[in-house]
């Protein structure tokens, strides 16, 4: 568990990282894991937010966490993409034969 705000940044930018490279590897059930992780990280990070600071010298590095955290999440749907389309199609196959 992260013990101050920018720990908990850290821990985001770390769960992110380990989603990329489950969908890399098409392990869609650890992507939705870690989803679920980032996802309480955020949480928490927010009510974290209200209470604590990070220093000056810190927000540079946050600065370059959220990029990282950003490029991931990109990359991470860019992967998705084509399971999505896939799965769309076997749950609705008449709808999306109807769109082509």
Same mark, same amino acid.
């Given at each position: 568990m992260p013990e101050t705000l920018f720990d908990y940044y850290q821990a985001i930018e770390a769960a992110s990282r380990q989603m990329l490279q489950a969908a890399q590897t098409e *392990?869609? *059930?650890? @992507? @939705?894991?870690? $989803?679920? +992780?980032? +996802? @309480?990280? =955020? $949480?928490?990070?927010?009510?974290? +937010?209200?209470? $604590?600071? =990070?220093?000056? +010298?810190?927000r540079k590095d946050k600065a370059r966490i959220m990029q990282s955290i950003l490029r991931n999440d990109a990359e991470v749907r860019l992967l998705a993409e084509p399971w999505l389309? $896939?799965? *769309?199609?076997?749950?609705?196959?008449?709808?999306?034969?109807?769109?082509?």
């Open positions: *392990d869609w *059930d650890q @992507v @939705v894991r870690y $989803e679920g +992780a980032c +996802a @309480v990280l =955020i $949480e928490q990070l927010c009510h974290r +937010a209200y209470s $604590e600071q =990070i220093s000056p +010298a810190q389309s $896939e799965l *769309d199609h076997m749950l609705c196959p008449q709808q999306t034969q109807r769109l082509h």
